[in-house]
């Protein structure tokens, strides 16, 4: 029988705790063992956060607290509380999942190697990784990398589809448009930000803004250099983005263009494709990377299409870390 995957969070954030609600079940996960917790804040209030939450609703299970542990539904689950992970042993862990959004420094990253783990995953952009990765775009450049970074939920929504509809009709150029909720790096007040923009209170105003995606997906997909543009629109919702692409292509299919998406995406569990009338909120806990509304494809002229697509920007990254994780954990 083959052993349970290790892997130990560090961060119990946003991305953090949508990992944990995806690994933690009645029964044991069926290929990942959590081993334990890092997180500096509070025991308490790290608990309380995971029991009740504003997006994803009440947890399953009844969260409880005892020293340096949580309790879940009966099962202890150690917790620790330190800012450096080499006082911790981290022996026998295959994968830390790297999510406290603090990584500026490769010795930050290198602390849970030097613990005694295995790999470590990064929860976001990293220029410190040995590589970026996104599933469905690079993942065949791997190779032996031991930290990496999982790039951000933006980019693993745009470059799965860029990849595909460049391999099958060729791209010539595009420009794409994440519509992004508003996020903990905004304020909820006007405050002094790092631009005039991001200054702005998040829950009250569309923000035009930057995206890391717009230089990320080129590390990712780097022939797309030069053809590819992207912007971002920061937007008051608290949960669930989307993908606005208008691209030009080289190869103009003879069938209607949704028919032949559905020949591409066919099977897929990263881009997904749905026919019904739906809104953001439709797609909280969706663990694809991007859902296609083919109802809102459009085309223009003889070359150019639309394609607009929904993709939770907390769970859908969650779920591909996991399926990162596994992969570090298993290549050969």
């Known amino acids: ?85 080499r006082a911790l042993d981290l022996s026998g862990v295959d994968v830390v999942l790297e999510c406290t959004g603090l990584v500026k420094q490769r010795g930050f990253v290198e602390a849970g ?13 990293s220029p410190v990784a040995d590589k970026t990765i996104v599933l469905g775009a690079n993942e065949d450049t791997l190779g032996a990398a031991r ?53 702005r209170a998040a829950a009250v105003s569309m923000v035009p803004t930057t995206t890391s995606a717009a230089h990320q997906i080129f590390e990712v997909l780097p022939a797309f250099d030069g053809r590819l543009s992207v912007a971002a629109v920061r937007v008051p919702t608290i949960s669930v983005s989307a993908v606005d692409a208008v691209l030009q292509l080289a190869n103009v299919p003879e069938a209607p263009i949704n028919e032949r998406l559905r020949s591409v995406f066919a099977g897929s569990q990263l881009v997904q494709l749905f026919d019904d009338p739906c809104v953001s909120t439709d797609f909280r806990g969706c663990p694809a990377s991007l859902s296609l509304s083919l109802r809102e494809t459009q085309s223009v002229g003889s070359d150019q299409v639309r394609l607009f697509g929904w993709y939770d920007n907390e769970w859908g990254f969650s779920a591909r870390m996991l399926e990162m994780a596994e992969r570090l954990a298993r290549r050969p």
Do not use: K
């Not at 961060?11 to 063992?33: T, Y």
């Not at 956060?49 to 504003?54: C, I, K, M, R």
């Not at 190697?113 to 952009?125: K, R, T």
């Not at 951000?152 to 010539?172: H, K, M, Q, W």
């Open 1 to 85: 029988m083959t052993q349970p995957i290790r892997v130990f969070i560090n961060g119990f954030g946003r991305i953090g705790r949508s990992i944990m609600r995806q690994l933690w079940s009645e029964q044991p996960h069926p290929v990942f063992e959590l081993v334990g917790i890092n997180d500096v804040a509070p025991l308490e209030t790290c608990a309380y956060l995971l029991q009740y939450d504003s997006v994803f609703g009440r947890f399953p299970q009844n969260v409880e607290t005892a020293m340096r542990s949580l309790i879940i539904g009966g099962r202890t689950l150690p917790f620790y509380q330190e800012a450096d992970l």
């Open 113 to 125: 190697i030097a613990a005694g783990a295995a790999n470590v995953l990064i929860s976001g952009p």
């Open 147 to 199: 930290v990496v970074s999982n790039a951000s939920c933006t980019t693993n929504a745009i470059a799965p589809l860029l990849r595909a509809l460049d391999a099958d009709f060729g791209v010539r150029q595009a420009h794409v448009t994440t519509i992004h909720c508003y996020t903990g790096s905004q304020p909820t007040v006007d405050q002094p930000g790092a631009t005039f923009e991001r200054s």
